[in-house]
Every structure is written in structure tokens, then in C-alpha cells.
């Protein structure tokens, strides 16, 4: 029996918390310039290099640490703290306000719904155009 310590499986951790921010892969890809399929094989990876998971921790609204450091354990311990005192929760070495932080996210995903939006609209210009010519 090994008693090797293995490592956080960086890939889970991503899949993990963007889940928990409820955000969908395609969003996230979005959000880093790159696809769908690449969020899937980067969350399927065991590493991901610093320079791509700085740009995904930034999308996802956290440090890269809380990324390489994450745990379901943690997560339960902070909702938990959430439940018996409302003021602050103690994470990752941070104080913070949860309402504070629910109404970040909620800010960053009208904007990152904005501008899929704004994308779509202009697919759709591109395109009547495109019908327009013919």
C-alpha cells in the first residue's frame, strides 16, 4: 500500500468551482478567448500551467491559489460558517461579506451575459447580411 501523497487534480478543481458559480463551460470559454472544448480537456487535466489557470481564476472570480488549493471539505466548512455567522466568513485566509461577494458574481455575470448577447446580435447582422448579398 502507497502512502504517496497524491496531487490536486487542478482540472477537477476548475470543473468544480466553476460548477459552483453556475457557470457553463462555454461561458468560461468565453470569458478566457478560448472553446468550449478546451475548458473540457482542461478540466480533465491533472495540471494546468500558471499563465491559463491565472486567466481562469480571474473568469471565475477567485485567486489561483483557492483553484490549486480547493476541497468539497472547505466548501462545506464555509457554508457552514455562512449558517452561524451571517456577518463574515473566514475562507482561504480571507474575510469577507457572502452578500458582498453574491452581488460581485451576480455583476460579472449580467456583464459576461451582455456581451454573449452582444455576440449573438452581431452573428445575427453578419448573417442577414450575408443573406442580403445573395
Do not use: W
Not at 84 to 108: M, R
Amino acid at each position: 500500500m502507497s502512502t504517496e501523497i497524491k496531487p490536486k487534480h487542478i482540472g477537477r478543481n476548475i470543473s468544480r468551482i466553476r460548477e459552483l458559480r453556475d457557470m457553463k463551460q462555454e461561458a468560461l470559454a468565453f470569458a478566457i478567448g478560448t472553446t468550449q472544448q478546451s475548458i473540457s480537456i482542461i478540466e480533465g487535466s491533472e495540471s494546468v500551467d500558471d499563465e491559463k489557470l491565472k486567466k481562469i481564476a480571474e473568469a471565475l472570480g477567485v485567486p489561483a491559489e483557492v483553484i490549486r488549493n480547493f476541497s468539497e471539505e472547505a466548501v462545506f466548512n464555509i457554508m457552514g460558517n455562512t449558517a452561524e455567522n451571517s456577518s463574515s466568513v473566514v475562507s482561504f485566509g480571507c474575510t469577507f461579506n457572502p452578500l458582498d461577494k453574491l452581488l460581485e458574481t451576480i455583476d460579472k455575470n449580467e456583464q459576461l451575459y451582455e456581451r454573449l448577447l452582444q455576440a449573438e446580435k452581431d452573428k445575427i447582422t453578419y448573417l442577414e447580411k450575408l443573406l442580403k448579398e445573395k
